[in-house]
């Protein structure tokens, strides 16, 4: 029998091994419906991840690399096991954290809004430096786009923490955190910007990098003559550099004629030539100036010059549409449209071309779309030249689950002039009931209809169309119905009175995010005015137009003069710059809004409960949301005591 001393060294020996292998085998972590094999994954390793969730083919799974400020997507692609989706990734070098996505239709599952987003470490086990601040400015920028929900005070402690811990790094983020600071705490962000500015005041010479991060931070802060004074500044020092390039990009745009945009953009060619986004967007400038003078030998010598495949296709695009709009030379339009179509074919699959922001799926994914819509415009042209059949068949295949109502209306249109009358209803009636539909559809229909064979009353067939539409607008809306408190502001309205959000609580408030130089926001006016007058008399219902990125001395002028010229009865407020001269906007910037038109349709309770971005062209379309979202904001929503 072996002695107790023996037996102990044994036990110690085998404990001691098992406490190794514990230690040497990383269990990984879970984060919500995600699991990842690396509890402290690195740089360059390869990790397994599994995911619980719901997914389908159309579902979009990616994954973001983290690098400063800059998120680069990449597919993740999973094998199915028992429920279970299984990928392996292999993580860049260079990057300092990373987060995940997935979403499905327009609707992201982010873990409860907190998101999938973690850090990376090194081999000591340590976070990687510019992780927490890499972080801090995804979450700071993720709500409106990946559904992430987190308090600004938090993303804003993520980043100091990291900052002030790796002071070597503040050039890399200062820019991007004065932005994040100006739009949550101005009076921080300002000490900020000044704190910065003076650092570089105090420096003997600047890199040209360092006057692009002053004249961002000089910007930011609204200060627009010293911006501009710096700009100046730095683009006598570097006449190679960004700023310099971007400043004769906009010199292209402004100039009064070809001429002068051909003076600029071989300024930039003798001292610059470099190939990219500045080039390419002057280039289709003055192509676009030698369409207006019908030179085209001239344009085509121009758009030989561009390399960016996307920006010749939308070229080619738009030129064809034009001359087809206005029945000018159709056969050099159909030339166009076709050349449009044949760029975006050559770009599908291959992804030298891909800008950093999208993966591979979603730059496929954005080709597929601009195909759909150029090869519309080709449909158009070839029913203009009176081949019918061959703009059937176009438009037949151009049309996707997201074509919009203008594309629906053209292909119904094209069915009926061919006598194709029990197609023409059928598809009618489909567009219709998935509320795709211009106004003029019913009538398309109700000529189809009368075509046809059909025993029912018109009315009462129409009538089941309609309400059919109006349950799938319902069921749509409820499913992506939000509950999100709504940020208090104070603005005036054109008539100097000061109006609060806090006033209107116990009323659905419906705001209306626009400018007078945005397009679709104008468009969508009519669809809204009708909506004012159908909730006229209802006292629980208040439209407020927040007037936002309007820049200009005379932007109160120019907006009483819209509206009284357009006979419009809106209560329009006007949005606050975040300081003198800034081009970024209070209200806008505290809804985390991204683009306009945009609605946000608050209840009763002072809870977000829909956010539209954007407008669909139909304006009956857009009378019947608001209707329903009123409805669903008011039904069992009682203010607070």
């Known amino acids: 029998m072996r002695n107790f001393t023996q037996l102990l060294v044994l036990a110690m020996l085998v404990s001691f091994s098992s406490c190794e292998d514990e230690k040497s085998e990383d269990p990984g972590m879970n984060i919500g419906k995600l699991y990842i094999s690396k509890s402290k994954p690195q740089p360059g390793e390869t990790i397994n991840i599994k995911y619980s969730g719901e997914t389908s083919d159309e579902t979009e799974t990616t994954v973001n690399y983290l690098l400063n400020a800059t998120k680069y997507p990449a597919d993740i692609e999973f094998r199915d096991s028992a429920g279970i989706h299984n990928a392996i990734l292999q993580i860049p070098d260079s990057v300092q954290a990373i987060a995940f996505n997935f979403k499905n239709g327009d609707v992201y599952e982010a873990n409860d809004q907190k998101g999938y987003v973690i850090s990376l470490y090194d081999e000591n086990g340590k976070e990687i430096k510019g992780a927490g601040a890499a972080k801090g400015i995804y979450y700071a920028g993720a709500s409106e786009q990946f559904n992430v929900k987190i308090d600004k005070d938090s993303a804003l402690a993520m980043i100091e923490k990291d900052l002030e811990k790796n002071p070597e790094l503040v050039s890399e983020f200062e820019v991007d955190y004065s932005n994040v600071l100006m739009r949550t705490n101005r009076e921080k962000g300002q000490s900020y910007i000044d704190e910065r500015i003076a650092y570089y005041s105090k420096k003997d010479s600047l890199t040209a990098e360092e006057y692009e991060a002053l004249f961002y931070l000089y910007d930011h ?41 051909l003076r600029y953009f071989n300024q930039y060619e003798e001292n610059i030539g470099a190939k990219n986004y500045f080039r390419n967007t002057m280039l289709r400038l003055i192509a676009d100036g030698y369409v207006n003078e019908k030179d085209w030998k001239a344009f085509n010598e121009y758009v030989a010059k561009m390399d960016d495949l996307d920006i010749k296709a939308s070229l080619f695009n738009n030129t064809a549409w034009t001359m087809a709009q206005e029945d000018e030379n159709l056969e050099k339009a159909a030339e166009f449209s076709q050349r449009s179509l044949k760029l975006i074919q050559e770009s599908l699959g291959n992804y ?5 922001f999208f993966s591979r799926k979603q730059f496929d994914k954005s080709l597929k779309s601009r195909e759909s819509i150029y090869a519309d415009t080709y449909a158009y042209i070839l029913h203009k030249q009176g081949d019918l059949q061959g703009a059937i068949e176009t438009q037949k295949n151009a049309l996707t689950e997201n074509s919009g109502s203008d594309m629906t209306t053209r292909y119904v249109k094209y069915l009926l002039e061919a006598e194709q009358y029990n197609l023409a209803q059928e598809k009618a009636e489909e567009f219709m009931v998935d509320n795709r539909a211009d106004a003029e559809m019913q009538d398309y229909l109700k000529t189809a209809y009368a075509k046809n064979d059909n025993s029912e009353n018109f009315e009462t067939y129409l009538a089941g169309i309609e309400e059919k539409a109006l349950q799938n607008t319902r069921t749509e809306l409820e499913k992506n119905m939000l509950s999100e408190e709504a940020p208090s502001f104070q603005l005036k309205d054109l008539k100097g009175n000061e109006i609060e959000l806090s006033s209107l609580k116990g009323k659905t408030v419906i705001l209306d995010f626009w400018a007078t130089w945005c397009g679709p926001c104008k468009m969508s006016f009519p669809g809204m005015q009708k909506a004012i007058d159908k909730f006229a008399n209802n006292e629980n219902v208040e439209f407020l137009f927040v007037n936002t990125w309007e820049t200009g001395e005379d932007r109160i002028e120019k907006v009483t003069n819209f509206i009284e010229e357009n006979d419009y009865d809106f209560h329009v407020l006007m949005d606050e710059p975040v300081a003198e001269g800034s081009r970024d906007f209070t209200v806008v910037s505290e809804y985390g809004i991204k683009g306009i ?16 971005v954007g407008y669909s062209g139909n304006n009956e379309k857009l009378l019947k949301e608001i209707g329903i979202m009123i409805e669903l904001a008011q039904k069992n929503k009682e203010p607070e005591a």
Not at 249 to 255: T, Y
Not at 352 to 356: A, H, I, R, Y
Not at 605 to 612: E, L, S, V
């Open 221 to 261: 802060k609204g200060a627009e003559k010293e911006s501009d004074s710096i700009n100046k500044i730095a683009i006598e020092k570097y006449s190679k550099s960004k700023l310099a390039q971007r400043d004769l990009m906009i010199k292209v745009f402004q100039a009064k004629d070809q001429q002068e945009k």
């Open 352 to 356: 030298e071309n891909k800008p950093d």
């Open 597 to 612: 038109p945009t609605k946000i349709i608050i209840g009763p309770d002072g809870m977000i409960n829909f956010k539209k």
